[in-house]
């Protein structure tokens, strides 16, 4: 348990659907990041908030919708996705300052299935 | 793209010293050296980090060169419950001073009985 919580932790949804991924941390921290992974490939960096301002975006395509309503919470809306979105999402947190503050903690991720 | 290199893939027995390395010759004066591991389907677990000196924690201990051109993670007494792709990472400072981690392919680390 990294005190930080994703829902849901499956996801099967068509390519007309919209749907949200949920993700809150509960460690106080002031950045948190959404990641993509797909099969066999590196973690990639999608969006990064830090008090809750976009800091980040890693050329990632409008069907994806990133929110930050706090520092707690961070939302992915999803809509319009095609199958090769099909991936996991994990959900990271820091403290967002400099030096050891870095330190990211992951949620355990959903995975998504886009059909 | 990620400034470190790892080895793909490594095996070490069961209750042995698992011995993982890093190259990150390129690495700035200010930038930490992470590692992270993720078991298989999971969301990645932080193990430990360090600037230039050593590191020890209740997971791993942390070996940086002293030129800080490589690192070493050492796992003391590998268990299974061990196997999994771990990463090292050399944080990068995004637009708003904020790190950002570089993930690359990582190392699959196989603990074998």
């Known amino acids: 348990e990294t005190g930080v919580t994703q829902t849901p932790r499956h996801l099967v949804m068509g390519m007309t659907n919209k749907k949200s991924l949920k993700c809150e941390q509960h460690?106080?921290?002031?950045?948190m990041y959404w990641y993509k992974q797909s099969a066999k490939k590196p973690l990639e960096l999608m969006f990064v908030?830090?008090?809750?301002?976009?800091?980040e975006n890693n050329s990632v395509p409008s069907r994806f919708s990133p929110e930050c309503p706090n520092s707690s919470h961070l939302f992915l809306h999803l809509h319009t996705l095609q199958p090769e979105d099909s991936a996991l999402y994990l959900c990271?947190?820091?403290?967002?300052?400099?030096?050891?503050?870095?330190?990211?903690?992951f949620g355990p991720g959903t995975r998504l299935l886009v059909l | 793209d990620a400034k470190t290199t790892q080895p793909t893939s490594m095996d070490c027995a069961e209750g042995r010293a698992a011995n993982l390395p890093c190259n990150h010759s390129?690495?700035?004066?200010?930038?930490?050296v992470y590692w992270y591991r993720q078991i298989h389907s999971q969301g990645p677990q932080y193990i430990i980090h360090?600037?230039?000196n050593n590191e020890t924690n209740e997971m791993a201990s942390l070996i940086i060169t002293e030129d800080r051109k490589s690192s070493t993670l050492i796992l003391p007494h590998a268990t299974l419950r061990d196997t999994a792709v771990y990463y090292c990472?050399?944080?990068?400072?995004?637009?708003?001073?904020?790190?950002?981690?570089?993930f690359g392919q990582g190392t699959t680390l196989q603990v074998k009985p």
């Open positions: 990271a947190s820091s403290q967002g300052a400099s030096g050891s503050g870095e330190t990211q903690y």
């Open positions: 460690l106080g921290h002031n950045a």
């Open positions: 908030y830090n008090f809750k301002e976009q800091t």
């Open positions: 390129t690495i700035s004066g200010n930038e930490y």
């Open positions: 360090g600037l230039k």
């Open positions: 990472i050399v944080r990068v400072y995004g637009s708003s001073n904020t790190g950002k981690l570089i």
